[in-house]
């Protein structure tokens, strides 16, 4: 039990904010090792919105994919506080009837640009 408490990690408090400098190193390295792969992705704050309003919703997860046109894409989901996908959630319709949701399951991500016109902020 006391193992479980000290390696739980706070879902919604994942990730955190780097400098500029940092951000495009981390993008340079990855861009060297792996020149040919996609650069970057879109995704709009309202997909993000609807995922994080989910009953439960602490963070989001985002997975490498392959569509179904054969293009590399992300398909991103809600966790709960536990770090689950949130699959179903719990729902109360106008007639005050319990019932489950099915989570969201988000795509349709455009790939960003492939060349380097779109780095106004590379400072490396």
Not at 37 to 49: A, E, L
Not at 64 to 72: M, V, Y
Request: hydrophobic share 40%; with cysteine; charged share 20%.
């Amino acid at each position: 039990m006391q193992t479980e408490l000290l390696t739980k990690r706070n879902v919604a408090a994942i990730g955190e904010q780097v400098t500029h400098e940092l951000g495009a190193q981390f993008i340079n390295n990855y861009q060297e090792v792996h020149p040919a792969d996609v650069k970057s992705y879109i995704i709009g704050k309202d997909i993000i919105n609807q995922i994080l309003a989910q009953p439960g919703c602490e963070g989001i997860k985002f997975y490498n994919a392959i569509n179904e046109f054969g293009q590399k894409t992300l398909v991103y989901v809600g966790l709960d506080a536990e770090g689950k996908v949130l699959v179903n959630y719990p729902s109360i319709t106008q007639q005050g009837v319990l019932k489950m949701e099915e989570g969201i399951v988000a795509d349709r991500t455009p790939a960003g640009s492939n060349d380097d016109t779109d780095w106004w902020w590379d400072f490396c």
